[in-house]
Structure formats: structure tokens, C-alpha cells
């Protein structure tokens, strides 16, 4: 199992930019892909972004795409979202999540990861 703990999360006007970061310890050493997803009050959790651990693949939602860019260090067993042009739509829970077995199959759903972050709040205002 991997343990995974975000950081990062704030409150920040429209436009402005966050940094969020999501520190895996445990089985490390089995990471195929990590993603990161969020959950608005009373929506569902979605898909925002995801990267291979160890090619650096990137894909990303279309609601963020060209304004958020995930990128790893694998050093330090991190993975980061950088989130510039917030809106207010960006307002939610943002968790971190890792799938530690190989994979074909783009990694856009839940079901697809092992293991979850508690979460970091991302507050947007207008």
C-alpha cells in the first residue's frame, strides 16, 4: 500500500495560481501512474489530470487543460499540480491517488487507482 498526503490547498481569488503537492511513502517502488481528481459540494468526484511515473505522460481533463500542468519528482516520490487561471468552478476537494499496476488503458476514472489521499480544499473566489 502507498500512502499518499496532499498539500498546497488555499484560498485564492480568480485568475491566481496554486501549487498543490501529493508525498507518497510506503510501496513507492510498485507507482505506475498517479492522478489527481476533485469533488465539488454536492457533485461527484472527476478526473482532473494524470501521469506516468515513470515515461512522464501526462493527460488531462478538458476542463483544465492549458491552465493546470501535473509533473512528478521522482526523488522525492511527489507529485505536484500546478493550477494557474483559477475560477471559481475550480472551487473543491482535490485528491491525490496512485495505481501501482501496468496499465494500457488511459487512467481517467476512480476504479482505476489503488490508493487515496485524504485531500487538500481549493477555494476560488470571484
Known amino acids: 500500500q502507498v500512502q499518499l498526503v496532499e498539500s498546497g490547498g488555499g484560498l485564492v481569488q480568480a485568475g491566481g495560481s496554486l501549487r498543490l503537492s501529493c508525498a507518497a511513502s510506503g510501496r513507492t517502488f510498485s507507482t505506475y501512474a498517479m492522478g489527481w481528481f476533485r469533488q465539488a459540494p454536492g457533485k461527484e468526484r472527476e478526473f482532473v489530470a494524470t501521469?506516468?511515473?515513470?515515461?512522464?505522460?501526462?493527460y488531462y481533463a478538458d476542463s483544465v487543460k492549458g491552465r493546470f500542468t501535473i509533473s512528478r519528482d521522482n526523488t522525492k516520490n511527489t507529485v505536484y499540480l500546478q493550477m494557474n487561471s483559477l475560477e471559481p468552478e475550480d472551487t473543491a476537494v482535490y485528491y491525490c491517488a496512485v495505481r501501482r499496476r501496468y496499465s494500457t488503458m488511459v487512467l481517467t476514472t476512480e476504479e482505476k487507482y489503488d490508493d487515496w489521499g485524504q485531500g487538500t480544499q481549493v477555494t476560488v473566489s470571484s
Open positions: 501521469i506516468n511515473w515513470s515515461a512522464g505522460n501526462t
